[in-house]
Structure formats: C-alpha cells, structure tokens
C-alpha cells in the first residue's frame, strides 16, 4: 500500500513541469457565437418573429399611402409618397352614422369610460384581496368562493339582467352605468390577483403591524400599499387593455353618443357605403391600439415581476 | 405577583386540537423559554398570549388584567419574529417609531424613546437607512428595538435567531443576555428549538411536545432530571444513551439488570420511589460514562465494551461504543485517543444518571 503511495509521488515529482501544467483545458470554456445550436435558436426567434411583426408592418405602411397607390396592389412595399392624410382623416373626420367628426369623439368617451372604471375597479379589489388575505371573517371564504365563481360565468349569460338592473337603477344608456358595470365584472379576477400578492407578502409584516397598534386601514395604507407597487401595475394593465378593447359593454349598455372607441372603429372599418379606405381604416385601427400599446411598453418590466410575484403563492 | 398567565388555555383548528388545557404561570422579571420540536405548539402558544391567534377556552392574563379578548396593542407587549419582519418601505427610524406613532404619543417622546432604545443596541448609525440595507444582524437588532421602544413590559420573541448565521447566533444570543439583565423587570418569552439557546438564555424553561408542557423547570434540573425520556431525549448535544433492561430489588437495594450485566444503582437520585421487578430505560449522558483503559483497576463497578467509532470535537472527543449489543456514547478529553476495536471498560456515574419506567416512560 505504502509502496504505491511513494511510488506515484515520485512518478509525479519526475514529470517535466510543462506537461504538468499544459495537461488539458483550463479556465473558461470557450463559446462559439456561430454554434449549430445558437442559429437554429435564433433562426427560430427571428422567422417567428417577423411572422407576427408583418401584419404591424402591412399597417403602418397602407395607412402611410393614398388610395390610388394602394390600389396597385403592392401590399408589402413601402410607400412611395408618404402622407398623414388617412391618420387626420380617421381621428377627426370619418364619419359613423351622422356624425363626422372621426375617432376623436369615440377616444374620448373610451377615456372617460376607462379612467374611472380602472381607478374604481382597482381600488375595490385590492381592498378586497388584503381583506381576504390577512383577516379571518365569519364567511370568507364562502365570500371568496362566490367572487371566484364569477370569473367563470360567461358574460353573456348576464348581459340581459344587468340590463334590467340598469334600467330599474336609472343608468341604462350612461358612462356612469358602464363604468360600474366594467368595475363589478373585473371583480373576480381582479380579487383574486391582489388576493394572492398579499398572501405572498410575510404574514409576521403584518402581526408586526398589528401588534405595532395598526388597524385594518392604517395596515392597509401605511404597510401594504406601499409593497404592492408591481401589482398595481399588473391590475392596471389588465383593465386597461380589458376595458379600452371592450365592444361588447361599450356596445349594449350605452347609446351612441356614448359608444367607445372600438365601437366607433368597427362602424368606420364596416360601414358598407362609399368606396373601402384602406388607408383611413388601417391608420384607425392603430390609433385605437396606440393606447394599450403604450402601456405594455411603459410598464412591460412592472407587469413580468407583479405577475411573477404574485404567482408565488395561490 | 405573575406578569403573565395563561390558564386553561386551549386553541383548535378546525377538529386539529393544537393546545389543549395549557397552564403556565411566568412572574415578572423571568426569562421563560418555551422549547420544543417545529409543530409542538409554542409558536401558537406564543401567538395566543400575543391575542394575534384567538383562543378557542381559557384565559390570558398580562400584569394582572385579563387581555384575552384585547387586541395585541391593548396588550402591553413587544414581539420579535424571526424573519425580522421589518417594514421595508420606512428607515430604520420609521420602523421603530411606527407603533408609537400609532398610540399618539408625543413628537419629542419618540425621539428620545427611539434614540435611547438605538444607543443601547448600538444601532444609531442606521437610523436613517433602510431595512433593506442592512445585515441580517443588524435587522434583527433593528426588530428588537421596535420592541422596546414601546416599553411593554412583556416581550415576545419568536425564534429570533434562527435566521442568522451560527456566529451572528451566539453574538446576539449574548446582547440578548445582557439586554435581559439590564431590564431586570421585563419579563421575557422566548420561542425557539434550539436548545442551547433555550439552556442558556432561561430562567425557566418550558419543554413542549404536542401541545402539552412536557416539564418547566430550570436548565439545570431540565438537564440533569429530565422528567420523562422525551424530555431526556431531546435536551442534550450529543444526546442522552439509552439501555433496555430491568430494575430488580438485590440485596439491600436496587440494580439496574442490563444483558449479563448488573448496574448497582448507587447513589441514584430518584423522584418517586423504586420498586423491585419492572421494565426500565437507564440514560446516561455521554459525560456521564467514565472510560477506562482494559487493564486500568477501579473501585467503582466498570464494564466492558468495544470501541465502535471517534467523532473529535476539538474540546473534547464523543467515543462511541458497543456495549452489551447496545450502542452508548461517551465524552473523553480530546487528548485521549482510541482505535475502533478498542477494548475498554465503562463506568457509571449513577448519581447523574436516569432511570425511566419502560411503560410510563416517566423518571422513577
């Protein structure tokens, strides 16, 4: 035993230094940009991605032309004379039944549809959620069940009571009704997001809080509002894309002094009189989706950590 | 006077009986630590004389008033968590003057309330910044303050060290220590599994299994008269040895009947009274067992047994050997060396040793 221990040892101590010391890789392995493996991935991304951005693109660059370029047909080339005509023309003149005055009116009652119904919404449930997460009521969750139940139920199926509750309640065919009407159907899910973000925040923050002489609202205001910045955002994206897109609400409950954006842009892209603008209709449909766009972009970041963080726990 | 007392106090959940008829009387000035196993009830426990749990029978009385159906803040407490649970949004300053904020009391007392409770846990440095930059030390050191700003009386610390590392541990163990000693008259309860801590830090301490007290006493008696081999088995690193055998009466007195063996039990410190004839576990802590060399004479009775195994502890070495079939562990200054193989002889020191009914499982 002892024999073979020494006799390695030596063997070692005899070796020339440089083959000890170049013996195989060392350090870092080395990485090639151009693998069989990093094209396929990235080939990959990019036909994938060029395959949903070339819709984008057939948009932007028909809403840029006038009609008789388009009517050559050349869906995919750029346009040869740049012209803002069909955007001014969407946003302030195209007409929906008698009136003219374009999109701009449709943007604004969606604006005044959506702002309220988002503030209300959120306010509610995250209210709701700390309620259903920290504090044990006779109830809760017979009261969690029944909220959680909602989000399975097909609007359809109540489009027609709600009408009728409207109508007794005097707000059939107003902005206040739709608004309350955007605010109780993003109850469910809106609940249960804040439910399950305040479940995931360490429940010994809020026995500290307790114990510190906080009460429901001075724990609510004071501790957990300012933690729940990420998931205010996630609700706010949420309603805001959900309601700024909404036809079928913004159809039924309201008249059309009153219609939504989207409302209004389906008139305008279906209205079956006069001559297809191609342009007009293309520069309208972005303009109606200029709103939820600029949220994802602004707040993207914001909306992956609240959805992560409010995954952690259900 | 009791500072605190908890009578008869039971708390379900649901058909799960978490504690159960549960009396504890803790006076004013005492460290009292409540150990035991996770899921044995003391967290709970805890919770229920902070009123964060409501109980489901009993009563809770701090200084003298029944709180049971008071909220944590009428309850002239300070809690601690182990997981710090400061509030990440305010300064250290903020944290602490929170709950004071919450009472109304004036401006310039929680000045001088937050200064004097940062001077002595020598956080003044960190008033200003935020929990999130601070050590994990320092956060806990932050958590305590927040309890003694509010100069409750009653404090409450739910396994306040188990998220530091083992040196940040023993450091803080210490300023708690001396904390204790500077407060003389607040009472202190203290959750934890970690039974130096407990033996250490306590006046008394209170050894949960299940939701029942298994024994209060002091660490000594705790340590040294276990009253039950659950006790027995769960205070001690390394833990108590075991041997299987049977009590019978012999000549004038007792003897421990072990295998071929007969351990006289001289000297043996009983609670209740021996009887001839029953079932018994004798234990013995590993510093317990004196080892001798195979031809090493004695006065005392010694037996033989086998080295099976050294574990070296730097102080000291744990020895473990095969006695009669059985397994026991014994504790040897680390200078003394042995090979596996070893033949050795044991001797018992009886007078520190336990004798535990087999049936009952409680010390004779």
Redesign the interface.
Known sequence: MTDIATATAAASVGMPEEARIDDGPRGPRPTRALSRRNIMLYGTLIVVSLYYLLPLYVMVVTSLKGMPEIRVGNVFSPPLEITFQPWVKAWAEACTGLNCDGLSRGFWNSVRITIPSVVASIAIASVNGYGLANWRFKGDNFFFTILIFGAFIPYQVMLYPVVIILRELGLYGSLTGLVIVHSVFGMPILTLLFRNYFTSL?E??F????????GYW?IYF??ML??SLPIFVVAMIIQVTGIWNDFLFGTVYTKPDYWPMTVQLNNIVNSVQGVKEYNVNMAATLLTGLVPLFIYFVSGKLFVRGIAAGAVKG | MHSVSVRDVSLNFGSVKVLEKLNLDITEGEFLVLLGPSGCGKSTLLNCIAGLLDVSDGQIFINGKNVTWEQPKDRGIGMVFQSYALYPQMTVEGNLSFGLKNQGVPRAEIRERVDRAAKMLQIEPYLQRKPAHLSGGQRQRVAIGRALVREAGVFLFDEPLSNLDAKLRSELRVELKRLHQKLAHNTMIYVTHDQIEALTLADRIAVMKGGVIQQLADPHTIYNRPRNLYVAGFIGSPPMSFLDGSVTAEGGGFVFRFGDHVIPLDGYVADTELRPEFDAILGVRPEHVEIRGENETSDTATFPAVVDLEEPMGADSLLWVTFAGQTLSVRIDSSRRFRPGDAVRLGFNLPMASVFDRKTEDRM
Do not use: S
């Not at chain 1, 026995?207 to 906080?214: E, F, H, L, P």
């Open positions: 360490p010994e923050l026995k500290a809080a307790r114990v510190d002489g906080a001075g004071r501790i300012p933690m």
